[in-house]
Every structure is written in C-alpha cells, then in structure tokens.
T-cell receptor, first 114, second 114 residues
C-alpha cells in the first residue's frame, strides 16, 4: 500500500504564475487535509476535504487559493498569481475516517516563487 | 481556540543522554495528541499518539509521552538518544470536534552531540 503521494516534490514559479499541487491519498482514504509550513515554522492547517466536498477551509487564504478533491483523481491545491510569500512547503495528509485515527502525511511539495 | 506551545526551539543533547521535549496545549474538549518527527526536506512521521486510556503512550524508535491533563502537557521522552534522532519534532492537537484538522506547535529542533 503506497503512502500519500504528492507531486511535484519541488516547484518553482515566477510571480504571477499559477501553482498546482497534487495529492493522491492512501488507498481507502477518503479524507484529505492540506497544511502549509513556512520556513522555520510549524505546520498550519489550510483545508479539509472529503470526496467532492470541502468540509472545512478555515485556514485557507481568502484569495488566490482553492482546493478540490474530485470523485476521481488526486486532490489539487491551486494557487493563482503566486507571490513571494507563498514560498513554503505544502503537505497533504489523508485518513480513512474523520476521527479516532491518525492522518498519514506525504513528503510535501516545496514551492519557491522567484 | 486550540493552540500548542513548544517552549524549546532548539535542544542539544549528547548521544546516550536522556531527552525530554516539552509540549503544552490548549483545547476545549478531550484532546487527541500527537508527536511527529521531520527530518530535513522530508515529510512528517508519526512517533506516537494519544486518544484515550493509559496516559503513558509508547511509540516508535523508543519514544514515549505522558498525557497530564492537569498540566495540559504531553511531553516526549527518550531514555537514551541516538545520533539518528537529530531532527525537528512537532507536537500537535486535534479532537472530537476537529478530527485530523490538527494544530501544530512551532517545533523543537534536536541536535545530538557525539
């Protein structure tokens, strides 16, 4: 059973471009969580999705950021018109249920905005 | 609002010495508590978790943690540190009304002297 797969591992974008980060959860996991880790900081929750639904997006910036988890395919975190401050590591985690279980983390996507 | 504090940003210990990493949390309900380890450029690996029951929790790699409700703490311990334990350690809290939407502490970077 493969772990949580994130790609790309590293992504470089120029200011103003779009960044698309992908997350394939573990097999059998229908709950996906995105976190952002700024340099020298801990992880901050961004959004929680279940198949085709956004459950909680309280940690998402109000503009430029969006997330989806379609019925088929990976979860996508999309950042439009990236700025230097978006440079961070973005981690995805998945779990089989919402509670009473741990979430498994991917290796992360390190976004650099130049 | 829930929060996690890891008071020690950096800790250096000698190989073979004992280790204790501190974690204090604030959470309005019964907490789920986690310790994760992150090596440079890598994702997060779960060391141990507490959901309920015995307040002394055993994890992987010889780590343990003790949940003390009266002190709102969940400190991580290891009796004898190995050079390979050098990494960043994160404490996190979730719960019945948050599931795997975790709040992380700022992390403690552990360095091990030979």
């Amino acid at each position: 059973n493969a772990g949580v797969m994130q790609n790309p591992r590293h992504l470089v974008r120029r200011r103003g471009q779009e960044a698309r980060l992908r997350c394939s959860p573990m097999k059998g996991h229908s709950h996906v969580y995105w976190y952002r880790q700024l340099p020298e900081e801990g992880l901050k929750f961004m959004v929680y999705l279940q198949k085709e639904n956004i459950i909680d997006e309280s940690g998402m910036p109000k503009e430029r950021f969006s997330a989806e988890f379609p019925k088929e395919g990976p979860s996508i975190l999309r950042i439009q018109q990236v700025v230097r401050g978006d440079s961070a590591a973005y981690f995805c985690a998945s779990s089989p249920t919402a509670m009473n279980t741990e979430a498994f983390f991917g290796q992360g996507t390190r976004l650099t905005v130049v | 609002a829930q929060s996690v504090t890891q008071p020690d940003i950096h800790i250096t210990v000698s190989e073979g010495a004992s280790l204790e990493l501190r974690c204090n949390y604030s959470y309005g309900a019964t907490p789920y508590l986690f310790w994760y380890v992150q090596s440079p450029g890598q994702g997060l690996q779960l060391l141990l978790k507490y959901f309920s029951g015995d307040t002394l929790v055993q994890g992987i790699k010889g780590f343990e943690a003790e949940f003390k409700r009266s002190q709102s703490s969940f400190n991580l311990r290891k009796p004898s540190v190995h050079w390979s334990d050098a990494a960043e350690y994160f404490c996190a809290v979730g719960g019945n009304n948050a599931g795997n939407m975790l709040t992380f502490g700022g992390g403690t970077r552990l360095m091990v002297k030979p």
